[in-house]
């Protein structure tokens, strides 16, 4: 029984330690959340802006065949299926425009797909 009520007296003191340590602590970044669709033969919205040094979640959804979505400049890579879709986290450390193109051949009107970031500083 004295085990117990010692445990509960070190877990009750440390408790209030700990959380008061975490309201010192910076809070991290938030993460903007972005999502696309992608149909033939396009996305969804075809134009996003972002800010350099933002956090971004890129979420892909497609709602016929596989899809994919690939900015060279950035190293960002995500793909998706009707059924799946796909999220890349990335932080822009650059600014300018940068075309996205569909990788995963979704038939003739494929090389139309394209979406530009517009990255801030």
Not at 8 to 31: D, H, K, N, W, Y
Not at 38 to 56: S, Y
Request: hydrophobic share 40%.
């Amino acid at each position: 029984m004295i085990r117990i009520i010692a445990v509960l007296v070190l877990i009750v003191g440390i408790c209030p330690v700990r959380s008061s340590v975490q309201a010192f602590m910076p809070a991290g970044p938030e993460t903007r959340r972005i999502e696309v669709v992608a149909k033939r033969f396009g996305f969804e919205p075809n134009n996003i802006t972002l800010k350099k040094g933002e956090a971004v979640s890129l979420v892909l959804k497609s709602t016929d065949v596989p899809h994919g979505l690939r900015f060279r400049e950035l190293n960002v890579e995500v793909k998706a299926t009707k059924s799946s879709s796909g999220e890349v986290n990335f932080t822009p450390d650059k600014t300018g425009d940068f075309v996205g193109h569909c990788f995963v051949f979704c038939g003739n009107g494929h090389g139309a797909m394209t979406l530009t970031l517009h990255v801030i500083g």
